[in-house]
């Protein structure tokens, strides 16, 4: 079985430090690994492989993927030759942090909840025809000739690109614009919550009275918010972390099941197939030594 790790000490929470760096593969590639930041990937030369969870994608120069916050994932390259991506790492609070407008706090929600899902690939024609080519180029403009301010400059290049990528995802989940900006606010605190405790006995009812709400109201935002259910959260929560499990640790399904909070082995299956499109026993056996010749049979999508 692969070793799943956890990647620590690139980024400093204290300052929302971003990493940016172009990497060359000649033969290398990443084991799976998350770790706390967003991180995109931009293909500059070669053909690679980035598998998220249990989703590969065929990458080729011009592609992007962007991979989310304590999502599991890894990067593998199909033959030798030059191999170079531009990979950009930050900390959701970079784009939301504590004292930022409340009214930029409804288009960023989707991108700090824990385990939100938000759109993963984006094709070339996707990003030349937008702000995002423009935003990769000159945050690498400003790495390479590293001018004064120019950490300021590829923060708010970053800022720009995610702009771009809001008002993409607006048109699928439109944001509802008659939630008050409080509640928003509250519920900032309340994924928080999720997240922190995910593993104990949650219901709508006890997060509702905590954070001071109607239980009616709870459910009816937290919807919006969302788009899914309290329940439908709070298990799409669990089984992010159940991924992790299932690939780093010898434990069996049952137990990992009761380590993340189900109390019931079958319906922590169900779940799992629903959310994933496969059990938690073949998403265990992707991670477990594939062959090399795993990637052959991918078609080679989008290639020019």
Known sequence: MQDI??????????????????????IFLTSPHYHNAIEI???????????ISNTKYLLHPGEMVLVNAKEVHSVDILDYGIHRSFAVKFLPETICSDSQSLMELKYIIPYIMSFSNFKTH?????????????????????DRERQYAYKFAIRINISNLFLDLIRKVNTINPVDEEIKDSIREEFKNIFHYISKHCTEKLTA??????????????SAYFKKITGKS???????????????MLISSEKNITEIAFSVGFSNTSYFINCFKTQM???????????????????????KKNKK
Do not use: H, W
């Open 205 to 218: 009812v006890q997060i509702a009275k905590k954070f001071g709400l109607r239980q009616s109201d709870f």
């Open 41 to 51: 990937i931009y293909i500059l030369e070669g053909e690679f492989v980035v598998t």
């Open 230 to 244: 309290f329940n439908e959260y709070l298990n799409y929560v669990r089984i992010c972390k159940a991924k992790r």
């Open 122 to 142: 984006y094709t070339k024609e996707e990003v030349e025809n937008s702000n995002i080519k423009n935003c990769i180029d000159n945050i690498m403009k400003e």
């Open 5 to 26: 790790y956890e990647e620590k000490g690139e980024i400093k929470l204290e300052d929302y430090e971003i990493v940016y760096q172009i990497r060359d593969y000649p």
């Open 277 to 299: 499109g496969i059990t938690p026993a073949s998403f265990k056996q992707i991670y477990t030594d594939p062959p090399a010749s795993v990637y052959c049979g991918l078609e």
